[in-house]
């Protein structure tokens, strides 16, 4: 009866445990400098699309327009296709780049067989 009674009372003991162990702790969200904006300018993300002439935005793929903070760093790149590592300003349509690669263009060259230089 004792092993019964001990046994029940550690079984219950670890499944208490293990579902505080699940419990992660989520930040009180009506906080004014909790979660997003703390959480997106701590993580860079990666970018790829158009600079614009003047070099204060950025144009993704998905046609998102981008303000950069920091325009030096786009300088001598305008009207390129780049690849920038950047990080969110707390208002969310801001970023400032950390670093920026020049991508090659999205034309891809195709062949026809019936083209008159593949003929004999």
Same mark, same amino acid.
């Given at each position: ?13 670890? +499944?208490?445990?293990? $579902? ?10 009506? $906080?004014?400098? #909790? ?5 997106? #300018? ?7 699309? /158009? +600079? /614009?002439?003047? $070099?204060?935005?950025? +144009?993704?793929?998905?046609?998102? @327009?981008? /303000? %950069? ?11 390129? *296709? %780049?690849? %920038? ?8 349509? *801001?970023?400032?780049?950390? #670093? +920026?690669? @020049?991508?090659?263009?999205? %034309?891809?060259?195709? /062949?026809? *067989?019936?083209?008159?230089?593949? @003929? *004999?």
């Amino acid at each position: 009866m004792m092993k019964r009674t001990f046994a029940a009372l550690a079984l219950a003991l670890l +499944v208490s445990a293990a $579902a505080a162990a699940q419990d992660t702790g989520k930040p009180d969200p009506s $906080a004014p400098d #909790s979660g997003k904006a703390r959480a997106a #300018s701590a993580k860079p993300i990666t970018l790829s699309g /158009s +600079v /614009s002439e003047d $070099a204060l935005t950025l +144009v993704d793929d998905q046609d998102n @327009r981008w /303000s %950069v903070a920091n325009p030096t760093a786009l300088r001598g790149v305008e009207w390129a *296709r %780049v690849l %920038v590592k950047c990080r969110l300003a707390p208002d969310g349509n *801001r970023i400032q780049i950390l #670093s +920026v690669k @020049r991508t090659q263009s999205d %034309v891809k060259y195709t /062949s026809n *067989r019936g083209d008159s230089a593949f @003929r *004999r």
